[in-house]
């Protein structure tokens, strides 16, 4: 289009071609509003905004507390709160399910909270089960003063577990990652977590986190963490230990080997929007509030409207245009194809993208430096004896490279197999969470889930089928904080060539039966028998077989001459019969009823 139009300028003369190139291009560029329509389930305040308290309260109250436990947890309500640049006194934003909160300066620092709680996340179940099921909200973008005095710190609380990221955030005293709420005699349980460029100036207290993925960070004292906790780049983050015995159970690495960091949204003083990229960086450490991402104006960025289908939404993208997917649930009949380089894909407020014919939901194409973030993929409803073979897709052809240069990026990309339904009333299916066919992918923090429990009850291994959580073909993919939990045979497969996951957390099905997984050696996480380089930073698989006893072989297979690639890895028995014979092969003494945790040490 803007060849034809500077042939059309240049035909007219130099002078006249300048203008009418000049307006040309304005008008082609222009095609979306900017400021956006923001849709009802998107709101953006300014400090002195009236209406603010009151709608992040019925927010709240529609998806959040515990008073029932975990209200709101299978909610069809999506938010996205946005704040503009500015110092926000006295109001105080607790963010429950589906809801993000995200500041709109072009660094964190400009919107601070300074009310007494600022932004926060309760756990949502004041029992010993605490934030366990603490799920898919998120904040960004913003710094914090809070000043609550909570029983285990001062300052910000965000007692989450998976599906719940922080990105660029400062907090001005002590980030507190779980809760603890008398009188029950010990502090909730917490299943994270994942947190990357934060700034805390005090202290960053895990408490009963189980695990966490930190990246690209500086605390000034890490306290705390049960049984796997893995940094890259964080800068005071605790030394390397194998084993939660006499020190915490780190694997912790200098830098951060490549990374893009998530794409964001900024406002300037004229009130107009621009989508943020961030640059690819190498071996990068510390927080960073870098502003040299590309600014791509709103006009070149199509933000959704709810009832918008699979096709209009294509339409968008087929023109080139970047997308940003307004907060609600979209049943999508064909999937969004991503097929230009450098496009972005962007979710607001848990954007979820129903599966409605057994199809995928997110195809990217063979195409270097795209952008998928902040979404929520769920398998659909059985569609005959038809099964989707995935959610997201990474490639069309197998065995194309891509480019290490310009990787493909999924930021906060989370996939779940049931939940709000999966019962078998309500069956759902699909073969695979994610298929990563081509090479040069990061995964920046993504929670693969095939449900434990739903809405309307337990579910059983056909009424949310699903194979595996990830399969990669590609070579040169990295996974950096990475969670798949109870997928009915192997949760990870890995075939491609010079792979990494810093971080892994897993739990195998709790309906299993020996027959079903346990004689045919299924595991949480699998390399191929092919694959000659692949590397492992704190890999955990746990087990809690609810119903007969399973005995598995190994929590995660491996060639033997990969062996020592794998670091501080470990197996650990939540519950139930059975358990984990090896931590990596035929290595690794077993977890089970009488021994909860072990680790694979130097």
């Known amino acids: 289009k803007l060849q034809f139009l500077y042939l059309i300028g240049k035909a007219v003369g130099i002078k006249w071609g300048m203008v009418v190139w000049g307006a040309l291009c304005a008008a082609a560029l222009a095609a979306e509003p900017n400021p956006p329509v923001w849709p009802e389930s998107v709101a953006v305040f300014s400090p002195d905004d009236p209406a603010m308290q009151g709608k992040i309260n019925a927010a709240y109250a529609a ?20 704040f503009k640049p500015g110092r926000y006194e006295t109001v105080d934003v607790p963010v429950g399910f589906y809801t993000q909160v995200m500041g709109l ?6 919107t601070v909270f300074a009310s007494e ?11 010993v089960g605490g934030a366990l099921s603490t799920f898919w909200r998120a904040a960004e973008n913003f710094r914090t003063e809070a000043t609550k005095k909570w029983f285990v710190g001062t300052g910000m609380t965000w007692a989450v577990s998976q599906a719940a990221p922080l990105r ?19 502090a909730g349980q917490a299943s994270g977590g994942f947190c990357a460029g934060v700034s805390v100036a005090g202290n960053l207290s895990l408490g009963s986190q189980q695990q966490w993925f930190a990246r690209d960070s500086t605390v000034g004292k890490w306290n705390g963490g049960v049984w796997n906790v893995v940094t890259t780049g964080v800068k005071n983050a605790p030394p390397t230990h194998c084993s939660n015995t006499d020190g915490l159970p780190a694997t912790t690495l200098s830098t951060t080997p490549a990374m893009a960091d998530k794409p964001y949204i900024t406002i300037d003083a004229a009130g107009q929007y621009s989508l943020q990229i961030p640059h690819l960086r190498e071996d990068s450490s510390g927080y960073n509030a870098d502003t040299s991402a590309v600014s791509v104006g709103f006009e070149q960025v199509y933000v959704t409207k709810v009832t918008d289908t699979a096709a209009a939404i294509n339409a968008k993208l087929a023109a080139g245009l970047h997308v940003v997917v307004s907060p609600g649930i979209y049943h999508l009949d064909a999937p969004l194809r991503v097929a230009h380089t450098g496009q972005v894909l962007l979710g607001l407020g848990f954007a979820t993208l129903v599966s409605a014919k057994q199809n995928a939901v997110v195809v990217v194409g063979d195409v270097d430096d795209v952008r998928v973030a902040g979404l929520l ?23 194309q490279p891509g480019n290490a240069a310009k990787p493909v990026v999924l930021s906060d990309v989370f996939a779940r197999v049931g939940g709000p339904d999966g019962t078998p009333g309500t069956p759902v299916a ?15 923090n993504a929670w693969l889930w095939r449900a434990d429990h739903t809405a309307a009850g337990p579910p059983t291994p056909a009424s949310n089928a699903v194979d595996h959580g990830l399969i990669v073909d590609g070579n040169g993919v990295r996974a950096y904080g990475l969670a798949v939990e109870h997928t009915n045979q192997d949760l990870v497969q890995w075939n491609g060539n010079d792979g990494a996951t810093y971080f892994f957390q897993s739990e195998l099905p709790y309906d299993a039966t020996q027959t079903s997984f346990g004689d045919p050696g299924y ?10 380089s692949h590397q492992g ?13 399973v005995t598995v072989p190994a929590g995660i297979v491996a060639p033997t001459a990969l062996e020592g690639s794998f670091q501080n890895c470990l197996s650990v028995h939540l519950s139930g019969g059975g358990g984990i014979a090896h931590i990596l092969n035929g290595r690794g003494r077993p977890t089970n009823s009488s021994t909860q945790v072990q680790y694979l040490c130097p």
Do not use: W
């Not at 709680?117 to 179940?125: A, F, I, K, M, R």
């Not at 769920?378 to 038809?386: M, N, R, T």
């Not at 699909?430 to 920046?444: A, F, Q």
């Open 430 to 444: 699909v073969k695979t969470m994610y298929h990563v066919k081509r090479g040069s992918v990061i995964i920046d």
């Open 63 to 82: 998806n959040g507390g515990a008073k029932p436990a975990n209200h709101g947890q299978f909610s069809d309500k999506r938010y996205a709160f946005l």
């Open 537 to 549: 930073y704190g890999l955990g698989v746990y087990s809690y077989f609810a119903g007969e006893p």
């Open 117 to 127: 709680q600022g932004v926060y996340s309760q756990e949502q179940d004041f029992t």
């Open 377 to 399: 993929l769920q398998a659909g409803p059985a569609a005959g004896g038809s099964v989707a073979p995935n959610l997201l897709q990474v490639g069309e052809t197998a065995g």
């Open 523 to 532: 595991a949480g996480y699998r390399v191929g028998a092919n694959v000659t």
């Open 168 to 186: 660029r955030v400062e907090v001005a005293h002590d980030l507190c990652l779980f809760q603890y709420v008398p009188p029950i005699p010990a």
């Open 105 to 110: 300066g072009a660094t964190p620092a400009q």
